[in-house]
C-alpha cells in the first residue's frame, strides 16, 4: 500500500510499504477513507533530525473496517469508523476515568507498529477501545466533520471542559489554527455568550465569528493583551483557552486571564524548558490546566450534534489532497496558504 513518511525536517515522502496485517486478536484493519495533515504535523516538519527509516505519518482518520481480529466485539467488517489520534484498551483505570491518553497499554499513531493515518489502511490496536462506530456511509458530506473528532473537535473540546466554560464564563481563545477555531465552537456549545478569538488570518477569524466568536483581536504581544483587557472592562477573561503551544502564546495568555481564573493549554508545548508561572499565577490565584485531549472520551458527547447537521466543524477544512498531495498539503499549510488539508487516498 500507499503511505507518508517524513525523513527530516522538510522531507515528506509518499512510499510503498508492505499492507497492515492482524497481528493481535484485538486488532482491526481500517481502509482510510480520509485522514488529514495536523498543525501539529509541522512541528518535525521544522525540526526532525534526519533519518534513513523515515517516520510514518497522520494521527487523524476515519476508514472502513475491513478485517477484525477473533476477539473483537463492537465493531465490525464495513462500519465506517472514526479513530481517535490515540489508541487505547477502553479497560484500564485511566481508560474508565476517560483519560485514554494515560491508557497504561495503549499508545500513538506512528508506534507501537500501528502506522500513521495518512496512508491507505491502519492496523488499529485494542479496536473496541478505540474506534467508535458513525452510521453513515463512507460516502457521506458528513465525513469531514467525523475527522475532526478524530483531533481537533476533541481537543478543543477537552481545553474548554477542563477550564469548565459555561454561560456565565467571557472566554479568549489565543489561535486561529484549526483547533482554535474548534476551542471557539466548544465554547458556543457550552455556553459562553462572550467569546474572544485572538488571530490575524481574516478568512480563519471569519469561521471564527460563523462558530461563535463575538470578538476577534488581531493584535499581539502587549498590544493584543492590552486590546482583551479593554473588551473586558479592564479585567481579563475568566478563561483562556491556548491553542498554539509556542511560548509567547503562552505569555499573551498570562497577560489575558482575570484573577481567579483559569488558562487551559491543548496547543502542544514547545517550550519544555520554559517557566510554567510558578510565581506569576500565584498572586492572582490562577489555574493552569490542560493536555493531550482524551479524544475517545468525548466522541459519543459531540456525535450527534454532526449527525443532526446543527454544528459543521469540517468546515476547518479548506483543501483536499490524494496521497500524492501530501508533500504540497505540508507546504500549503506551512506556508499559511491552507488552514487544515484533508487527504483523500
Not at 490546566?289 to 454532526?306: F, K, M, N, Q, S
Amino acid at each position: 500500500m500507499r503511505a507518508t513518511f517524513m525523513y527530516g525536517a522538510g522531507d515528506v515522502r509518499v512510499i510503498d510499504v508492505p499492507d497492515p496485517v492482524i497481528t493481535e486478536p484485538t486488532d482491526a484493519l481500517v481502509r482510510v477513507v480520509l485522514a488529514c495533515i495536523c498543525g501539529s504535523d509541522l512541528h518535525p516538519y521544522h525540526s526532525m533530525a534526519r533519518t534513513p527509516e523515515g517516520s510514518s505519518m497522520g494521527h487523524e482518520f476515519v476508514g472502513v473496517v475491513e478485517d477484525t481480529g477473533r476477539d473483537v466485539a463492537t465493531v465490525r467488517k464495513g462500519d465506517l469508523v472514526i479513530a481517535p489520534f490515540a489508541w487505547s484498551d477502553g479497560t484500564c483505570e485511566f481508560c474508565r476515568e476517560g483519560l485514554q491518553t494515560s491508557c497504561r497499554h495503549g499508545g500513538f499513531w506512528n508506534s507501537g507498529g500501528s502506522g500513521g493515518g495518512q496512508a491507505e489502511a491502519v492496523r488499529v490496536p485494542f479496536a473496541d477501545g478505540t474506534l467508535v462506530a458513525a452510521p453513515v456511509p463512507e460516502n457521506s458530506p458528513l465525513i469531514p466533520s467525523l475527522l475532526t473528532l478524530s483531533d481537533v473537535y476533541g481537543t478543543g473540546y477537552h481545553a474548554a471542559i477542563k477550564a469548565n466554560v459555561n454561560p456565565a464564563t467571557t472566554v479568549t481563545v489565543i489561535g486561529d489554527g484549526a483547533v482554535g477555531l474548534m476551542a471557539v465552537l466548544s465554547a458556543k456549545r457550552l455556553g459562553a455568550e462572550r467569546i474572544i478569538l485572538m488571530g490575524r488570518h481574516t478568512d480563519r477569524t471569519d469561521l471564527g465569528r460563523e462558530f461563535g466568536a463575538t470578538d476577534v483581536v488581531a493584535e499581539r504581544g502587549d498590544e493584543g493583551i492590552a486590546t482583551v483587557r479593554e473588551l473586558t472592562g479592564g479585567n481579563g477573561s475568566h478563561v483562556v483557552l491556548e491553542a498554539v503551544g509556542h511560548l509567547p502564546a503562552y505569555q499573551q495568555a498570562i497577560g489575558v486571564v482575570r484573577p481567579g481564573g483559569v488558562i487551559s493549554r491543548v496547543g502542544v508545548p514547545q517550550y519544555q524548558d520554559a517557566p510554567v508561572g510558578i510565581a506569576s499565577l500565584f498572586g492572582p490565584n490562577i489555574t493552569l490546566t490542560g493536555g493531550p485531549a482524551p479524544v475517545r472520551a468525548y466522541i459519543e458527547t459531540l456525535l450527534p450534534d454532526i449527525l443532526d447537521g446543527r454544528v459543521e466543524p469540517g468546515k476547518v477544512f479548506d483543501r483536499e489532497v490524494g496521497l500524492d498531495g501530501v508533500p504540497d498539503g505540508y507546504q500549503a499549510m506551512d506556508a499559511r496558504k491552507a488552514l487544515k488539508v484533508a487527504v483523500r487516498p
